[in-house]
């Protein structure tokens, strides 16, 4: 008998009539003689209420306090659907993360799993019976609940498809797959049969939140086979895979954006050694992550300007972190944007292929599209700009690069 893990998210259990319908889709995975472990995330803007509920409540609430909040949402929906199935004469039980227990450290807020113990629930599915885990959840082992970073109910799901070895892992969601880019935002987006891990990671590192990117790291390391498809329609959806199978292909597999960013630039700072060091460690020791970073020497090796971008969601912990350390330093002005969008073009076949820095910048320049920031890696390219035109430089880039239906 095959185990499958199904994943639902937040607009698959919006409401109950959904929930229901979602059990009815369960029932048909374990006719075709599949075991379900379900994981589930909180109904669709549950979570968004309860950070609004911590936030009313204090500026600066306990991380701890935080996480046994956000948790509650998705405890909700498992004990639901539970009780959706059973009205389907389906014996099920729902999970708490910390009942699994899914085990992680105690970073609350942006938890990493460590173990997830497998004795308990391998009993419990011996009874033929559904496991529906609260996603988005763990428990650390000073005995807190923890939570994963937004969007980890994915996370989740891989991460219980490989510690349990199962068949396969499907992740439902509000759209039938992974596309080349956004389609709520482009509507001549392509949906893709197939995409690679690596291709998939780099999409979801750059903001495409179809999958949290932690999932796809997990399930590029465990060879879980994931696929994203619809929880509203019977669609085939998007396979993650190791190796791309078509032998030709265009060059770029998608466009992603991140409205998230912050830019923040040090101006005047001393062009001597060990300064970048001093700034980003001090970044470094609040788990801060750095994206883009452009520094360049000075014609007289006096100063520099520093300029690099984070999440929009640390930039209070990040000037307060950067302030102290400015006498130190010597920097002379500390400015932040947050009106700034991220745009990426990702593709495997940028390692093999030229010309797609020269397209990509023509095109924005053709739409008046003036660019802050850049930065590369192997297969992507990254622009910084402004907010006002991210749809224009999405809808333009998608165009350029053939991308279109
Ligand atoms: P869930 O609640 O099911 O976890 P999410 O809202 O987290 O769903 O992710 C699905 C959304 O991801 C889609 O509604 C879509 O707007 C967005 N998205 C961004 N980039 C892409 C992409 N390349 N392909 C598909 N969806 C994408
Ligand atoms: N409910 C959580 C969130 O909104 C986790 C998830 O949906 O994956 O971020
Ligand atoms: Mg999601």
Redesign the pocket.
Known sequence: MKLVVL??????VANVPQIKKIALKIKQEISQGNKVIVVV?AM?GVTNNLVDLVKSTSDTPAFSEYDVVLSTGEQVTSALLTIALDNLNIKARSWLGWQVPIISDKSYGKAIIEEIKTNHILEFLKTNQVAVISGFQGISKENRITTLGR?G??TSAVAIAAAFSAERCD?????D?????????VKS?K??DQITYEEMLE?ASQ??????TRSVALAMKYNVKLR?LS?FEDLPG?YIIKEERKMEKSEIS????SLNEAKITLSGVPDEPGQAAEIFGALAKYSINVDMIVQSSSINHEATDITFTIPESDLMTAESTIKKIQKKIGFRKFITETNVVKISVIGNSMRTQSGVAKTMFETLANNQINIHVISTSEIKISVLISSDYYELAMRSLHSAFGLDV
Not at 7 to 12: H, I, N, V, W
Not at 207 to 212: F, N, P
Request: glycine residues 14%.
């Open positions: 994943k639902f998210g937040g607009t698959s995330s669709a969007g109910s994915d992740i439902y969601t509000d759209v797959g992974v596309y080349t880019t956004d389609p709520r935002i987006a949906k893709l999409l903001g495409a939140k179809v999958l949290q994203v929880s998007t998608g466009i992603a954006h």
